[in-house]
Nanobody
């Protein structure tokens, strides 16, 4: 059974940083794209960042470009989202997702595997 488990969320002040981790088990994700999404109550799940199987060509939403960095450690089967210069608008539940292909997608429906989410709260 495939599992994605996020960690690293929490409460931080405006301008602060957090690093989210997504540990995958039950399947080796070295050949598949990984993504991060976020969702607020009553809103649609929003694309944040994605990375290809090779770790190259990361892609970001305009709202986080220059502040967030996605990466992966294939040996640890783990993806990361480093979030710097956080703003109150970044407050959401953050989800990691795994695709069945090495190609990056920005739509949630193209990802097969999902974690349970981790709350990120940025205070003003």
């Amino acid at each position: 059974q495939v599992q994605l488990v996020e960690s690293g969320g929490g409460l931080v002040q405006t301008g602060g940083s957090l690093r989210l981790s997504c540990a995958a088990s039950g399947r080796i994700f070295s050949r598949y794209a990984m993504g991060w999404f976020r969702q607020a109550p009553g809103k649609e799940r929003e694309f944040v960042a994605a990375i290809s199987w090779s770790g190259g060509s990361p892609y970001y939403a305009d709202s986080v470009k220059g502040r967030f960095t996605i990466s992966r450690d294939i040996a640890k089967n783990t993806a990361y989202l480093q979030m710097n210069s956080l703003k109150p608008d970044d407050t959401d539940v953050y989800y990691c997702a795994g695709a069945d292909t090495g190609v990056i997608f920005t739509t949630p429906g193209r990802y097969t595997y999902w974690g349970q989410g981790t709350q990120v709260t940025v205070s003003s």
